[in-house]
């Protein structure tokens, strides 16, 4: 794992530093850095133009259109200063849709990561047909994410849904603002779970076998044994769950928008939603924008803050 | 064995100089690389350069298909119907393209709601929009008439034979904004009582016609829904209380308070003009009818058409459009009349219709201005068609026809048309808006129970207020 991780950097680390001086001196000497810009430039310029086209100017764009009250149609439309930042942050719907995006944070990354983590144990464990746990497991994350709102849309029917109809229950399983949420949450991980537990397996099997044969030498049973290594030598692969888990969940927006439609009453209404609601069906496209770019500075600001926090972790 | 490997895993990450090198070092393993993996990148890359040019070559050759037409006038309309509503208006489209073999319609129907309406004010604003489409007559204000639309030509129209006169007046003058008609009304679609006529009849509640006896008051109501309960044992009534969007809380607060003479906006949508007695006794008589367990508590569209169509419920309220759905199925006997007058003298309905507009063109004008005036006039004068799935015509001449008399169930509640409950004027208003989605929202607490009557109504006002606040985003000279 080291000599692949070593070997990458050495590979790919003097090239920024170097591209720069190379193309001074790419005629003369640098035969070996003097292909980034004659080739790589070419090789990207079809991805940078459609990068800069469709994501750096809109981007731009974006924060001018956030200080106007440009509507959709883009009529009658003027300059307004910070009037559209100043309404969000006195909006109670952006705070409550923002609490929203966070509440499902907070419920969906804990199973999602607990979850992913024993199903690998399990698989790995498991010695009889193998590709049936591994296939089962994995196979809603292929799913799009509309297929998977109807199916679920149908097992959380009222009354006569697979739920309801099964325990004789009569739960607003997507209708009743106490378990909406809630709801999405378990449709969300039945369908993304895969993708965790794929991961988790790939690092158990990487974990060396002789960690597990001294320990078992020296008496260690197998609880002390995934306490001690299994959990431990995984540390790296759940810290990239749980931020790949963070950044997923901040941007909900597809299964609840096609369950609930932020329903029942708003109760599952994420901010990404809003920001659809406000622009798109409220036509009020700048406001939406000065929304967005609150979000965007707040993802910011916690990415941050998880780097750091993570970069002490390693060092310490 | 490991620096190959690593070699091998490097290349394509760093697809640079040290892969040269490494060819030129290392000539066995160059072929490899060759023969595993480029020609696979060049096929897939030759395979979506070729999807490319198909669809440039899709996309040349429908410009030229529509430039072999120029002998018919093309006529591009955009509609929201589904469901019924969708099948009624495809066989109209077919019926008007076989009439006139001039005219080559492109009839696109999008999904209805939100989506459709933002769409369409797109499709205005850049001025080349589809030459006719249709549009909730509620959502007027909020479209930027003379902006977004542009005004209709009432001579055309009467060339045609289609005279303001021949709609009812209060549904006309919704279309009219600083002197010019905007909006030609289709329909009228009213919120209306489906009743099961077997229940009925064993309740004692038909009269000699077999139609369902005039009901006046919320006790005599009551007393009809006590008495279906006791008939069936079952709730009497059903009607959607919740579900995403869920919009007919509004729909049934909207009749009642009309019922009872109450406004919810001044007239320049600026202020609330929410009587809270009023309100208050309309959004208790809501409440108590799911708490004594006469209406069906907790229940979405879905599930209440589904109860009032297996037979098993008294009542059913929702707009008429359901009546395709009811009608095809033969096990079920139904009947279906206005909203009884339960609030006040007179028997109002909260509704909305469907108009034609004419999303703004840069270049309006010419044979496809015209084409679209025809159309419009051949729809109303053959909306008999249309009224087939529910909606009452708002073209009085079909109205008033004998056909239309004898069209049953549809023609039990046509008297609604003079004594609708259409929204306040205000942008944010109408079918699908802003405001149905939020009240819907606070009076579907009040029906499941998780608000009080007072509760909902300051939720109500509250959402009211938000709306009122908010800036027209087009800048609308109406409201």
């Known amino acids: 794992m080291s000599a692949t991780l070593t070997g990458t950097d050495a590979g790919s680390a003097p090239d920024p530093g170097s591209g720069a001086d190379s193309a001074g001196r790419s005629r003369t000497s640098g035969r070996v850095r003097r292909g980034w810009t004659e080739h790589g430039l070419v090789f990207t310029a079809p991805f940078l133009l459609v990068y800069a086209l469709f994501l750096v100017w809109p981007l731009l764009y974006g924060v001018r259109i956030s200080f106007s009250d440009y509507n959709l149609a883009g009529i009658n439309s003027k300059f307004i200063g910070l009037d559209n930042y100043t309404e969000a942050f006195k909006d109670p719907l952006v705070w409550q849709s923002l609490w929203h995006t966070v509440e499902f944070t907070l419920m969906s990354t804990p199973p999602l990561v607990v979850l992913g983590l024993a199903m690998a144990l399990i698989a790995h464990q498991l010695r009889f047909v193998r590709w049936l746990w591994r296939l089962s497991y994995f196979a809603p994350f292929v799913l799009p994410s509309a297929v998977v709102a109807v199916i679920w849309t149908w097992i959380f029917e009222p009354g006569f849904g697979l739920i309801d109809g099964t325990f004789k229950s009569t739960i607003g399983w997507l209708t009743d603002s106490q378990y909406a949420m809630a709801s999405v949450v378990l449709t969300t991980v039945w369908w993304t779970v895969g993708f965790n537990f794929l991961l988790y397996l790939a690092a158990l099997q990487g974990i060396p076998a002789q960690l597990y044969e001294a320990a078992e030498l020296d008496g260690a049973g197998p609880w002390k044994r995934l306490w001690k290594i299994t959990i431990p030598m995984l540390k790296r692969t759940t810290g990239l769950v749980v931020v790949l888990q963070l950044i997923a969940s901040l941007k909900i927006f597809d299964q609840i928008y096609m369950m609930t439609g932020g329903g029942p009453d708003n109760s599952t209404r994420p901010v990404l939603e809003y920001m659809y609601d406000v622009g798109f069906t409220g036509y009020r496209t700048g406001y939406a924008s000065a929304v967005s770019y609150i979000l965007f500075v707040l993802i910011v600001v916690v990415s941050l803050v998880q780097l750091r926090l993570g970069r002490n972790r390693e060092e310490g | ?479």
């Not at chain 2, 303001?164 to 600083?178: L, N």
């Not at chain 2, 607060?253 to 009309?258: D, K, L, N, Q």
């Not at chain 2, 809270?276 to 004594?292: G, I, N, P, R, S």
Request: hydrophobic share 40%; charged share 15%.
């Open chain 2, 1 to 479: 064995m490991a620096p190959p490997l690593h070699r091998t895993s490097t290349p394509p990450a760093a697809l640079t100089a040290a892969q040269f090198d490494a060819r030129s070092a290392d000539p066995s393993e160059a072929p490899t690389a060759q023969r595993a993996c480029p020609p696979s990148r060049r096929g897939f890359l030759g395979g979506a350069m070729a999807l490319g040019l198909l669809g440039v070559a899709a996309a040349t050759s429908g410009c030229s298909a529509d430039a072999l037409a120029s002998g018919k006038t093309r006529l591009r309309y955009w509609n929201l119907f589904g469901g019924g509503d969708g099948v009624n208006m495809q066989a109209m489209e077919a019926a008007f393209s076989k009439a006139h073999p001039q005219i080559d319609l492109e009839a696109n129907t999008l999904a209805w709601g939100a989506p459709y309406y933002t769409k369409l004010a797109m499709a205005g604003a850049g001025g080349r929009a589809p030459e006719i489409a249709v549009l909730h007559l509620a959502r007027l204000p909020g479209f930027a008439p003379g902006r977004l639309l542009d005004p209709w030509d009432l001579d055309l129209l009467g060339e045609f034979g289609i005279h303001s006169s021949d709609f009812p007046d209060s549904i006309w003058k919704r279309g009219t904004v600083d002197g010019k008609q905007f909006a030609v009304p289709l329909d009228t679609h009213p919120f209306v009582m489906y009743y099961n006529t077997d229940i009925a009849k064993k309740a004692g509640l038909l009269g000699t016609d077999g139609k369902i006896r005039t009901i006046t008051g919320t006790d005599q109501f009551l007393d009809v829904l006590r008495t279906v309960k006791r008939t069936t044992g079952q709730q009497p009534i059903t009607f959607e209380t919740l579900g995403p969007g869920c919009i007919n809380p509004w729909r049934l607060f909207s009749t009642f308070y009309a019922q009872a003479g109450g406004t919810v906006l001044s007239a320049d949508a600026k202020r609330l003009t929410i009587d809270d007695a009023k309100a208050l006794k309309v959004l208790t008589f809501m409440q108590q009818l799911t708490h004594e367990g006469l209406a069906v508590q907790k229940t979405d569209v879905g599930g209440a058409i589904a109860l009032f169509n297996s037979g098993k419920s008294g009542f059913f309220l929702d707009g008429e459009w359901d009546v395709s759905t009811f009608k095809s199925n033969t096990s079920l006997p139904f009947g279906m009349a206005r909203i009884p007058a339960l609030f006040g003298p007179v028997a109002n309905a909260q509704a909305d219709c469907h108009s034609f507009v004419l999303p703004h063109e840069s270049g309006r004008g010419g044979a496809p201005n015209r084409a679209a005036h025809q159309f419009a006039a051949w729809m109303l004068k053959n909306s008999l068609m249309w009224a087939e799935g529910g909606h009452v015509p708002a073209y009085s001449p079909v109205r008033d026809s004998d056909a239309y008399h004898k069209l049953e169930p549809q023609s039990e509640y046509a008297s609604v048309a003079n004594d609708v409950a259409l929204d306040p004027v205000a942008w944010f208003a109408g079918s699908a808006s802003a405001m149905w989605i939020d009240l819907g929202a606070a009076f579907s607490q009040v029906l499941t129970g998780s608000s009080s009557p007072q509760q909902g109504l300051d939720q109500a006002k509250s959402a009211l207020r938000k709306l009122i606040a908010t800036p027209n985003p087009f800048g609308g000279a109406a409201a």
